[in-house]
């Protein structure tokens, strides 16, 4: 278990993103520095295109960095000399969910495991199974296709399955950005237990701030583009997280805070939004 | 809350009628079956009072006895639609083996598609009857020349689907399998593929239904059997009610051959229930 925890430390440094398609240079990510600890929840908050999901494209190997390098417990997984390659110890969860539909839950789940030849088939089905099963009684639903399934159940199996593979970093890109209320709040309690139970380092992408305080341990609010971090935020709320939180002293106090910059960088994204248009 | 208020107004809607509720309890389409009644008493009706244009039309009833006391025995009849069937299927067959293998390639290779699809869309809008003389001077025989021809009407429609298949596989699907250890090959066969399944069944669907259209067509023109031939035999010979024996058999034909395309595709993916 402690060996667990002391792996998936994460360091951002200086990271930056330039794209370049056609000649006008867009500076996505620029001067980007983050210091996550092994088995940290971290949310990152920004407004959209600030370059969070430029950030974590880089972190999971789709995408290469311009400058600056991110490390992931001491090597190197990105920097502007680095082949981009993705594997199964920082698997993402996506905004609109990438489960493959053509595949039932179970075969989603053990795809990882056993396609890297780290468990056979039997094993893998026996361990998807009891995750399944620990992470909100999944495991009834593992016959079924996906397109069978709520959104919630989705998000969850594609948790699991990112799980499966004993990620050093769980990567969620918004995972429960179009949900509505109600299914959000239950996937926070969801999401928050299966924190308990596999703790490992996650990286919270979103854009809202009372998601990300009622989450993390740390969030970071991003600038928008080009992206950096523009406050670091300890999050000393005990745990496990309780509904009543959210009208704390203690809650309300860390929102008061930062919602003045949160605001401000999304109002920055909005007029440009209204420039870019006009 | 919206599926709510939306199931109610459909069966607000529904209700007078009734045939929903019966549809429901007996599992058939009894709307439907009612049209097809309606429409072929239309259809007698019409014959019978001389209506205009229709002196020369021969009734449903003469043509399903005539279809009773003639056809249904005779070989010739079933042969022609054998002859039919049997290039439907050749040609068909024929452009899914050709066509979606090329355009996975034209899709997933963008220096082939840069130089193959403009010549691929040029002769796509070539409709395939116009094929006909081409094929007839360049293949040996006449059965070759009209499976070419039913090729054509297939051909394209899968080669185009499957393309557009390949270039909207979701981008997330290929990350994620590279992040959960797939190489190459496995994404080809477990995320490609499945993939493009359902473009595939899209250009199956348009293409069985494009083919019968073309072999009724080449078949009249060049020849020397099948439904379509039948069919202009019964005209040129003045027996009209062969004309509408041989139009209902491809109407049926062509309905049993969807049914199966649609039968298969529904086996190959499953997960679209």
């Known amino acids: ?278 | 809350m919206a599926d709510a208020t939306a199931g109610q107004t459909v069966t607000a809607c529904n209700a007078p009628g009734g045939f929903s509720r019966l549809a429901r309890l007996t599992g058939v389409n009894w709307r439907g079956a009612l049209a097809v009644v309606a429409f072929v008493l239309g259809w007698e009706l019409l014959v019978r009072f001389k209506a205009l244009g229709f002196a020369a039309v021969p009734g449903p009833l003469e043509s399903l006895t005539a279809f009773w006391a003639t056809y249904a025995s005779k070989a010739s009849y079933w042969e022609s639609w054998f002859a039919s069937f049997r290039r439907v299927v050749a040609g068909f067959v024929l452009a899914q083996l050709l066509g979606i293998p090329l355009g996975l390639f034209l899709g997933t290779r963008e220096r082939l598609r840069e130089l193959m699809f403009p010549v691929l869309e040029l002769m796509r809008p070539i409709p395939p009857i116009a094929w006909v003389p081409l094929s007839i001077l360049f293949w040996p025989t006449h059965e070759l020349s009209i499976i070419f021809i039913t090729f054509i009407g297939a051909f394209f429609i899968i080669v185009i689907n499957v393309h557009d298949g390949v270039r909207t596989i979701k981008q997330e699907h290929l990350w994620l399998a590279r992040s959960l250890g797939a190489g190459e090959a496995m994404i080809f066969r477990r995320i490609v593929l499945p993939s493009v399944l359902p473009a595939i069944s899209v250009g199956m669907t348009l293409g069985i239904a494009v083919t019968w259209n073309v072999v009724i067509a080449a078949e009249m023109i060049a020849g020397d059997n099948g439904l379509g031939r039948l069919t202009w035999e019964g005209y040129v010979s003045h027996t009209s009610t062969v004309v509408i024996i041989g139009m209902v058999s491809i109407g049926f034909a062509g309905y049993l051959s969807s049914a199966l395309v649609s039968w298969l595709l529904h086996k190959l993916t499953p997960w679209r229930a």
């Open chain 1, 1 to 278: 278990m402690n060996d667990v925890l002391h792996q998936g430390a994460l360091s951002i440094r200086q990271a930056g993103k330039i794209y370049d398609p056609a000649g006008a240079a867009v500076v996505a990510l620029e001067d980007c520095s983050a210091e996550i600890r092994a088995g940290e929840f971290v949310a990152i908050v920004g407004p959209s295109g600030c370059g969070k999901s430029t950030l974590l494209n880089a972190i999971a190997g789709f995408d290469r960095l311009t400058s600056g390098e991110i490390l992931l417990d001491g090597v190197t997984l990105a920097s502007p000399g680095t082949e981009p390659r993705p594997g199964p110890q920082r698997v993402v969860v996506f905004q609109h969910g990438a489960l493959f539909p053509w595949m039932t839950v179970l075969e989603n789940v053990i795809y990882g495991p056993t396609r890297q030849r780290v468990l056979g088939a039997d094993a893998a089905r026996a361990k998807a199974l009891d995750m399944l099963r620990r992470c909100g009684g999944l495991d009834t639903a593992g016959q079924r296709y996906p397109g069978q399934l709520s959104s919630g159940m989705q998000r969850r199996v594609e948790i699991v399955r990112a799980l499966m593979n004993e990620p050093k970093v769980l990567l969620l890109d918004e995972p429960f950005r179009a949900m509505d209320t109600v299914s959000k709040s239950a996937m926070h309690r969801h999401l928050l237990d299966i924190h308990a139970l596999y703790p490992k380092t996650v990286l919270f992408i979103t854009h809202d701030l009372e998601e990300a305080l009622f989450l993390a341990d740390t969030v970071y609010v991003m600038t928008t583009r080009p992206g950096r971090m523009k406050t670091m935020l300890r999050v000393n709320l005990a745990r496990p997280r309780t509904l009543d939180m959210l009208v704390s002293h203690e809650y309300l106090e860390l929102k008061r805070q930062v919602v003045a910059g949160v605001h401000e960088e999304a109002q920055k994204a909005f007029e440009r939004g209204e420039r870019e248009l006009a």
